[in-house]
């Protein structure tokens, strides 16, 4: 049978892009686009209101990563705080110590990490890229052999990948970058209000969270910055955020991403039962149901709301459009890099052959999908998978007989 269009209302599997917002977290922001309209800058009484809510959000984060208050700066969201942090940190420290010239990250960061590390590198630092396992693991070894003694102005390596969800071991990473005189931050965009992350326990000087990951509106983050480190503003200006982040705070977007840090306490515990519950009931039904369907990264600590598959003999891009007319939504891996078809920078770390590379799909799950959703997902990933499948020059025998 041919797919036809969906009739049904669609289905959300996509919340690693992004996720729908929470009608409290609206609520909440309203009263700024309406009434509370002032610019917190303004020494009268709107003023005031608008710097209120936005130090209010401020306790929100911080109490969710535990930090203290004074610790966060809000900014656009997780590009621009992982942007700040390595051009903020790198320059500043080699200026302070010129022989720190060294960063190290890994080779499977978000594009706003390595696009960051190599404008730093066009300007001659000298960066290195981790490799990483099978499983999209950093390896503490591959730290401790790169690392060079009084070298290294900063270490980067994400918390949680955004692709195939493997989460690294932070704390080991930076105490070993620590040992070596260096400072270690961590994007933590896909792992802030999924797994518990405290920064003191983590021992991180700096760590970056997005609001849009976490039921918030879009164009809001924060980087978090030890207290006491210095950092050099990458955007000048009026002086909002203690100097290191110009620019009009954007309030009614603060608001949101402070009322979406407290629910994310709140519901932690729900991502990591229910959430997971259903996204491993999810990954085991695709594996029961659909033939030569593999399930990418078994990394014995992964995040719990994404479940990454290679269906052999398809290709993803042709899967994704054949899930959205069946009204599913589901990616290939990252969808913040404006729609660039080109193979998985993550996957090919891994080791990824070009066929496993050009038949995966990212699946993620959210507090709002149901265990109804992912049945009629499966069932609908089945069909197309088969549909493309008969279209493929790859023989696939299993599967000839569906
Ligand atoms: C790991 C990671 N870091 C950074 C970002 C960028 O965050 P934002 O969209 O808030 O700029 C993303 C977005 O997908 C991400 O997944």
Known sequence: MPITDCTSSPIYLDN??????LDEVITEMLPYFKEHYGNPSSLHRFGRVAMRAIENARLHVSSLIGSRQHEIIFTSGGTEANNLAIKGIAELVRKTNPEKNCIITSAIEHESILEAVRDMERKGFDVSYLPVTR???????????????GRTALV?????????GTIQPISELATITHQKGGLFHTDAVQAVGKMPIDVKNLGVDLLSVSAHKINGPKGVGALYKRE???LTATIQGGGQESNLRSGTENVQGIVGFGKACQVAS???????TEVQALRNYMIDKVLRDIPNSRLNCQAQRRICNIAHFTFLGVNGEDLIIKLDELGIAASTGSACSLRRQKPSHVLKAMGFSYAELTGSLRLSTGILNTKEEIEQAVSLLSKAVRELRKLSPFELVSDKRN
């Open 266 to 272: 709140q519901m932690l515990v729900t991502y990591e």
């Open 156 to 164: 980067s390596i994400m918390c949680s990948n955004n692709e195939v």
């Open 228 to 230: 006491g480190l210095n």
């Open 135 to 149: 499983e999209a693991q950093v390896e503490t070894s591959a730290l401790k052999e790169t690392i060079v003694d």
């Open 16 to 21: 690693a892009a992004s996720t729908p917002i």
